[in-house]
């Protein structure tokens, strides 16, 4: 099952080789959400793995971005002592918010300023 979140990319890091044939990368983005009128800001991390370590190369800190990920879990054990690591799989990133427009672009067209055709509207609305 995979799950999304919209966020501000607020931390990147870089590719860890935690084996021979394995490597992870993290990145943060920042949500917020309004609780009881009062805004909290929630910093979630992820993890992308193998290929997917350059998934966020194409984003700067402060872009809008959507993350697609799985939730991941391990149980650990070490010792006697037994531990459970969750893990935000990133799988796909989207920008959210798009660019300014250029100043010199005109706006588009107004619905009043398209072309009338030159025949009678027989539509029932």
Same mark, same amino acid.
């Given at each position: ?6 966020? $501000? ?17 993290? =990145?943060?983005? *920042?949500?917020? *959400? ?10 979630? $991390? =992820? &993890? ?10 194409? =984003?700067?800190?402060?872009? &809008?971005?959507?993350?697609? =990920? ?23 990133? *989207?920008?959210?918010?798009? &660019?300014?427009? @250029? ?5 588009? @067209? ?5 072309? &009338?055709?030159? *025949?009678?509207?027989?539509? @029932?609305?």
């Amino acid at each position: 099952m995979g799950f999304d979140v919209t966020g $501000k990319l607020v931390a990147k890091f870089d590719t860890v080789q935690r084996t021979e044939t394995f490597r992870t990368r993290e =990145f943060v983005i *920042e949500t917020t *959400e309004d609780i009881g009128g009062r805004t909290v800001n929630n910093y979630i $991390k =992820f &993890q992308s793995i193998q290929d997917r370590t350059s998934l966020v190369d194409r =984003f700067n800190i402060g872009d &809008q971005i959507k993350v697609h =990920f799985n939730i991941k879990g391990t149980k650990w054990e070490k010792n006697g002592n037994t531990n459970y690591i969750t893990n935000l799989d990133a799988w796909r990133i *989207e920008q959210t918010s798009m &660019q300014s427009a @250029p100043v010199d672009m005109p706006p588009p @067209p107004a619905y009043n300023d398209l072309p &009338q055709g030159g *025949e009678a509207d027989d539509l @029932p609305f």
